[in-house]
């Protein structure tokens, strides 16, 4: 068998118009339909809030959760402690810091999504067998930190 440059010099025009080579598919047409209807996951997009995953000991921080942080520090927040407060056992605080900070949990960045290794502080929560769960964070300037309470979970 040759390539097809043989064929075209040689003249051989049995293989041209032959019946039984298959023609390309139809395009199928469809319908207008008015009964779509938009498949998401519930994210909350936009809530101020932070997901915790006990298992894995991860806090995922929520894109307006970290613009909260950002906008009261007015620059960049790559690292954060976790605070607890015997008053508060039901609530923590995520506190810009440096990374001298005693402490001190780099924000991992992955995408669009900012995260924390934050197993002691699952631990010391009661959230260790937990499983993923929300929960409303807002900027407390008071402490300068993000307060997030545990009896408002989303």
């Not at 010099?9 to 199928?28: F, I, L, V």
């Not at 307006?64 to 402690?81: F, I, L, S, W």
């Not at 995408?111 to 010391?124: I, N």
Request: aromatic share 6%.
């Amino acid at each position: 068998m040759g390539s097809l440059r043989d064929l075209e010099k040689s003249g051989d025009d049995s293989s041209r118009g032959n019946s039984n080579t298959m023609a390309p598919p139809e395009r199928k047409r469809y319908e207008k339909l008015d009964d779509l209807v938009v498949v998401a996951d519930d994210r909350r997009r936009g809530r101020t809030a932070v997901s915790i995953n006990g298992k894995m000991g991860r806090i995922v921080l929520y894109a307006a959760a970290y613009a909260a942080m950002r906008d009261a520090t007015n620059q960049k927040v790559e690292y954060v402690q976790l605070k607890m407060s015997p008053r508060y056992p039901q609530a923590f605080w995520i506190c810009p810091s440096t990374q001298e900070s005693i402490g001190a949990k780099h924000i991992l960045v992955s995408g669009k999504t900012m995260l924390l290794s934050a197993k002691t502080l699952v631990e010391k929560m009661g959230l260790k067998e937990q499983k993923t769960a929300r929960y409303e964070a807002e900027w407390d300037p008071a402490n300068e930190g993000l307060v997030v309470d545990l009896r408002r979970k989303i």
